[in-house]
């Protein structure tokens, strides 16, 4: 791909904000989505964001590995691989449109239901989300829509919100639950023909970009009021949703 010098400001733009995403602000790599497949075919996109996601995600794992979840994320996983399966099969037949706007009504669908059940069950919400079925869900979504257009972090920011995680909490599972799903998905991606060495060398010029805002995203979040994390979150899911209707 010959790509101009805009197109790779944009590109290590974007690497900021997948950095930033994994350590400090969930939602912010849906900015990055956005950024890379203005600039790069779609599918394309799709394998370079991959590969920078995993970069962040070794980075985030090492930095709150003390933090997560383990008894949720485990339980998250039988549902997720299954929404990868789905999303994988989907990609493979699907246009890029349809991939794109049927995520974003997801997104946007879920992320309303959500915030409703949360204003009216209030405490009651974190038993309701911890129950099997309503977990298998977010899951099932997650997986779906991460293979899909690189999206799962609105579906799973939405579960954890929910679930009334504190910022570091809410930063480790989400660390360790993206690594181990990106690990499940490069072998779909590969197998689909969407890794190939173009892909590869971009996400190698761009990794060191996600690696350093890795690191300043940790100071942010160590500094984040737990309200305006929550608004954040809130923030850039609906946007990012909204960007894939469009």
Request: aromatic share 10%.
């Amino acid at each position: 791909m010959d790509l101009s010098a805009g197109a790779w400001i944009v590109l290590a733009i974007a690497s900021i904000f997948v950095g930033l995403g994994k350590t400090a602000l969930p939602g912010v790599v849906s900015v990055a989505v956005a950024m890379f497949a203005a600039v790069l075919p779609a599918r394309e996109s799709t394998a370079v964001l991959l590969i920078l996601l995993l970069v962040g995600d070794i980075i985030a794992v090492w930095v709150y590995f003390k933090t997560c979840d383990w008894r949720t994320l485990f339980r998250l996983i039988p549902s997720v691989i299954i929404g990868v399966a789905c999303g994988a099969a989907f990609l493979y037949f699907a246009s890029d449109t349809v991939v794109r706007r049927s995520i974003g009504i997801i997104v946007l669908a879920l992320t309303f239901l959500t915030l409703a059940l949360m204003h009216a069950y209030g405490e009651k919400m974190k038993k309701a989300v911890a129950r099997s079925g309503v977990r298998g869900i977010y899951g099932a979504l997650g997986g779906f829509t991460t293979m899909s257009a690189n999206s799962g972090g609105p579906v799973m920011s939405m579960y954890f919100l929910a679930s009334g995680f504190d910022v570091q909490r809410f930063l480790g599972t989400q660390a360790w639950f993206f690594f181990l799903i990106n690990l499940v998905k490069l072998p779909f991606s590969a197998g689909i023909g969407l890794v190939t060495r173009e892909v590869v060398t971009i996400a190698l010029i761009l990794a060191p970009v996600v690696i350093a805002s890795c690191a300043v995203g940790k100071l942010v979040a160590n500094r984040i009021n737990q309200n305006v994390f929550n608004a954040i979150v809130i923030v850039l899911t609906i946007a990012s949703a909204a960007y894939l209707l469009v």
